[in-house]
């Protein structure tokens, strides 16, 4: 059974700093590129951050570029979000993402609110 469980989530300032984590089971991790999104209620779910199987080729949405950052340890089976110099627009629930075989699978999301 494929699981993702998203983590790290809460408040921050505006300009402030913040991780997320994904650790993943149910498939051979390391096999497959992951993502990140998030979604502001009333909205589509966005594209943030992809992340290659080795980790060498990462890429970002146009909004977050220079400021996040998306990482993997195949060992753990997680992949990361380190966020900086949040905005409040940055406010969202975010997801980690993988696509098996043609399916969709998405962590239960974690809140992240960029408030003062």
């Known amino acids: 059974q494929v699981q993702l469980v998203e983590s790290g989530g809460g408040l921050v300032q505006p300009g402030g700093s913040l991780g997320l984590s994904c650790t993943v089971s149910g498939f051979t991790f390391s096999s497959f590129s992951m993502r990140w999104y998030r979604q502001i209620p009333g909205k589509e779910r966005e594209f943030v951050a992809f992340?290659?199987?080795?980790?060498?080729?990462?890429s970002y949405a146009d909004s977050v570029k220079g400021r996040f950052s998306i990482s993997r340890n195949n060992a753990k089976n997680t992949i990361y979000l380190q966020m900086n110099s949040l905005k409040p627009e940055d406010t969202a629930v975010y997801y980690c993402?993988?696509?098996?075989?043609?399916?969709?699978?998405w962590g239960q999301g974690t809140q992240i609110t960029v408030s003062s």
């Open positions: 992340i290659s199987t080795t980790g060498s080729t990462p």
């Open positions: 993402n993988t696509m098996i075989r043609g399916t969709n699978y």
